[in-house]
Each structure stands twice: as C-alpha cells, then as structure tokens.
C-alpha cells in the first residue's frame, strides 16, 4: 500500500477537509435539529464538484477513484455525518452502478446530472422483511409487452425523500433461487405510481433523508433494466462493496470528530487541580482511539485500492467496515466518557457524534453480515 498522498490527492482532501471544516462542521447541529441539510450545503456540493467524483470526464464528472472518494468521504464526515452518507450514497449506490453495469445510452441519460447533484440518487434494496436476507425482496417488476411494471415496498431507503432517481433492485423471475431472479432497474422517481412513504425519524444522521419508497404498478420502458435480466442481486453485491468502503470512511471521520473532541475536553477540564488529560486513564484512551481510527483508514485505504485496481474488494470492504465501525463506536462512546456528565447534554457535539456512529454498524450490512462475507471469503 502507498501511504503516500500524491499532490492531487492532497489538494482534493484539504478541499473537502476546508469545506467539511468551515461550512458542515458549524451546521451539523442544526441539520441534526432540523432533519434536514441546508439547501445551500446542496449547492456548494455542487460547486465543488463533490456529487459527481468518481463519475467519468466525459459525463462531467470529476473521474476519480474510489480512494480519492474515500479521502473526501473522510472529511465530510469529521464535519457533518448526515451529509457524509448523503453524498455516499448518491456517489457509491447510484452512481458508481451506473458507470460500472450501464449501457452507453444509460450513462449518457443520467450521469451528467448525478455528476452535478441536479438530480440526487439512492437506492432500494431493503424491504420490511428482507434486511440482512436481501436476497428474500419480494417486490416483483413482471414484463408487459416490452415494458415493466414494478409493484413493492422499499424502507429504509437512504435520499428517499430527496433523490429524483433510484436504483430499484425486484425481483423478475420468481421460479429460479432466491438470489438468480433478481434484476436491477433505474427508476426516475416521478414516475406515476412512485409514492414516498414515510419519513423514518432516526436516533442520529438525522439530517440525512431517510423514507419508505412505495412502487404501485410503475410502468418502466424496457431501457430501465440495468445490466441484464437476472443480475440484480450480484449488482447490488458489487455495489455494497464500494458503499461499505464509503460507510467505512464515515466511521473514520466521527472517529476523528470524537478524537478532536475528547482532546480538546481532557485539556480544558479540570479536577482535583489538574486537566483530566494530564491523567493516565484519560491519555490512554486518546491513544487507543487515535490507534484504531489510523487502522481503520489503512483498511478502508487498502479496499478503495483494489477496488480501483479492478480486483475483487468484497473481503477487503467488509474488513474495512467493520473495524472502521467499531472504531467509531469505541471513540464516540470514549469521547461521551471524557465528557462525563457534560457528554450526556446535547451542550457538547459529542451527543450527536455517539448517535451519528451508531449507525456505521448496521446499515450496508450490519457487523455480523460483514462477519459472514469475510468468513465465507477466506473458507471458500
Ligand atoms: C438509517 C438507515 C439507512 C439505510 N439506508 C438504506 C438504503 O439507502 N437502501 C437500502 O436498501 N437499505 C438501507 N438501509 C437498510 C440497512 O441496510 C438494513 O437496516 C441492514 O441491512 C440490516 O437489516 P435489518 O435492519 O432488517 O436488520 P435484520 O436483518 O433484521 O438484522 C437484525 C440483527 O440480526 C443480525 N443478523 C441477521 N442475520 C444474521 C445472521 N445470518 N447471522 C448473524 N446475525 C444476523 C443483524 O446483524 C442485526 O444485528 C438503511 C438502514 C438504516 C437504519
């Protein structure tokens, strides 16, 4: 692995690191307050270029990797975590299947404009019962003619309520296995029939759009399959590779968040006569956070690597999701200990940190899902 940051890859990370820094990090509360992203975080998102990072040139994207998204990733998520799976989501689920799986006809429809965040993406895998068993989704799209007609339930879906169009994972054959007959479909979300749901009220990233996305007999033209009927699933697995690279790049950047925190807090607070950092128990959890959360960037930088190398990453993405994960866990609950009673007020950011990493552990599969996928790798 290069640890060696060359000077494009550093001028991308200190934009986003200013940016995250100087326009997210003062508004995340009040996105977490409000449940929502300022409209005009959307815009500077655009104007930076950041929707569209790993789209190629020639759609107006920026042509990046996926290590390069991993660096910004990173940032906007030491600044405000609700926008950090906001653009994720948007780059990793709708738009890195479209530049990987789509014909020619369907990235020239719809890159350019995810590549400017004039039209926002996600993507509908989840449904009430089928989580971690996402291969048991019932919603059905059944061939009329040359069309489509798509009927089902997604929850759980991340943009819901802002995206104008999905990656809509149902299922077209009902009498192969489970995983066989499922196809992947782009669905623009004004499509009559399209209805969103309920909008989910969360324990943290709340300023980041979660809904059900409701399909009633949505009549798609025979151009909305992406990739071949039938290659859903193995779309969808593909795709969570380089989510849980981004969903791992999240973690490190809460970590980061409750690492500057938790120094910050040891230095400024005294007791029996002394600031709490000057403490050995206090010392050696900065230590340790700080450890895990530089592991945890090594992991995520080594699965963004091979996953622009062209190699297979599912082992190396679920490895870097998990640890990455667990790392932001073990910070966010450590900073919330450094605060004391403090911590447990929504006075200090670290309230909003501790539940903003919650998440990192269940969504794009949860701990024990990443567990599975490595385990099954290295017995196969
Ligand atoms: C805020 C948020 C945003 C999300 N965004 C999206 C999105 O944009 N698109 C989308 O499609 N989905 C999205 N999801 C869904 C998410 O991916 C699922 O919540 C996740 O995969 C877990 O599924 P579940 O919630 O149904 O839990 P379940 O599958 O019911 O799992 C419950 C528990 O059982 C454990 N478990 C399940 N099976 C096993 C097993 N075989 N071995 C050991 N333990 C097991 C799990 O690890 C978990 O701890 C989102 C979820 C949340 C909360």
């Known amino acids: ?47 930076l270029g950041l929707w569209g990072l790993t789209i190629e040139e020639e759609y107006g994207g920026a042509g990046l990797g996926n290590f390069e998204l991993a660096l910004v990733l990173e940032e906007l998520n030491a600044g405000c975590a609700s926008t950090g799976v906001t653009v994720s989501v948007h780059n990793s689920l709708l738009g890195a299947p479209i530049k990987r799986f789509g014909s020619a006809e369907q990235k020239a429809k719809w890159l350019p404009d995810l590549a400017t965040g004039e039209t926002i993406g996600c993507y509908c895998l989840t449904e009430p019962n089928a989580g971690s068993d996402a291969a048991a989704i019932v919603t059905t799209a059944k061939r009329d003619g040359d069309d489509w007609v798509l009927d089902g339930t997604k929850v759980w879906v ?94 490190i950047g809460i970590g980061r968040a409750c690492l500057t925190a938790s120094i910050r807090y040891a230095k400024e607070r005294e007791q029996f006569g002394r600031p709490i950092g000057a403490f050995q128990a206090i010392q050696w959890k900065i230590a340790d956070m700080s450890t895990r959360i530089d592991a945890a960037r090594m992991l995520v930088h080594n699965a963004a690597l091979l996953r622009d190398s062209g190699e297979r990453c599912s082992e190396a993405a679920a490895k870097a999701k998990l640890f990455s994960s667990q790392a932001a866990n073990y910070a966010a609950d450590e900073c919330l200990q450094i605060h004391g009673g403090a911590g447990y007020t929504d006075d200090f950011e670290v309230e909003r940190l501790f539940r903003d990493a919650r998440i990192t552990e269940i969504y794009e599969g949860a701990t024990d899902i990443q567990r599975i996928v490595i385990a099954r790798s290295l017995m196969a």
């Open 1 to 47: 692995m290069d640890f060696q940051l060359t000077e494009d890859q550093l001028l991308v990370r200190d934009m986003a690191r200013d940016f995250a820094q100087g326009e997210l990090a003062p508004r995340a509360r009040k996105h977490d307050a409000e449940c929502k992203i300022d409209p005009e975080v959307f815009a500077m998102l655009s104007e």
């Open 158 to 251: 991340t943009n819901g309520g802002i995206a104008k169009l999905a990656i809509v994972y149902a299922r077209t054959n009902p009498e192969v296995s489970k995983a066989k007959g499922i196809s992947a479909f782009l669905v623009p979300l004004d499509t009559p029939g399209v209805r969103i749901g309920k909008a989910e009220k969360k324990t943290g990233i709340r300023g980041s759009s979660t809904t059900e996305v409701i399909f009633e007999g949505v009549r798609l033209p025979a151009d909305a399959l992406l990739g071949g009927e039938g290659k859903g699933f193995s779309i969808a697995m593909d795709t969570l590779d380089g989510g849980r690279i981004g969903i791992g790049a999240q973690g």
